[in-house]
């Protein structure tokens, strides 16, 4: 800390900027549309669309979720970034190129731009769909225990789950328990077969 910062600490006047906000749900969802607009004006490949059209799905399913992941988190952080400068600068690079070069002349290990820029948005999907297993795994692990529960409470799926409708023992007039109802043995299923004479 400086002098100037520390005068301005002791005075009150706080003269130093404060960071921006991140991004919130409007400027992300605007940003992946601003991104479609950019590939209908680009003419982009069937290709391109159907790649970025997954990672758009992706980061849009994740958005309400997003909270879950910690705004301030490094997943949070790549979703965020992804939508608003990795995907549009990925996809802005290529459509800046013209089309008939990007799409046949080979640049990186023989392969041309347009496959560079499918292993990117692949690239980008992968990531988003991990960043969306994240996002939802503690309402995943909330189903599993909540089945856990009801598993203990009605009885395993395997066995079909068995309900206890018995009245429970009351106390007799000896003391003890009185006998609980008897069994009822489950009706027969029917079924068309039963019906025939």
Known sequence: MGLREWLAARSGDASSPAAPAPPGDAEIVGALDRLATM??????????????????RLIRAILPRLPDL???SADGYAVV???????????????????????????????????????QLDLLAATMERMLDAAVHADAQALVAHGLFLESRFGAPAAG???????????????????????VPPAAPRTVLDLEP
């Open 39 to 56: 590939l209908d004006e680009g003419h982009a490949p069937a290709l391109v669309r159907a790649r970025v059209t997954r990672v758009d």
């Open 70 to 72: 910690g705004v301030g």
């Open 81 to 119: 970034a992804t939508a608003t400068d990795y995907l549009p600068g990925t996809v802005g690079g290529y459509l800046r190129l013209p089309r008939a070069w990007a799409d046949t002349r080979p640049i990186e290990n023989g392969r041309s731009a347009l496959l560079v820029l499918v292993d």
């Open 161 to 183: 789950g068995a309900l206890d409708l018995r009245a429970p023992a009351t106390p007799g007039a000896a003391g003890g328990t009185a006998d609980p109802a008897p069994d």
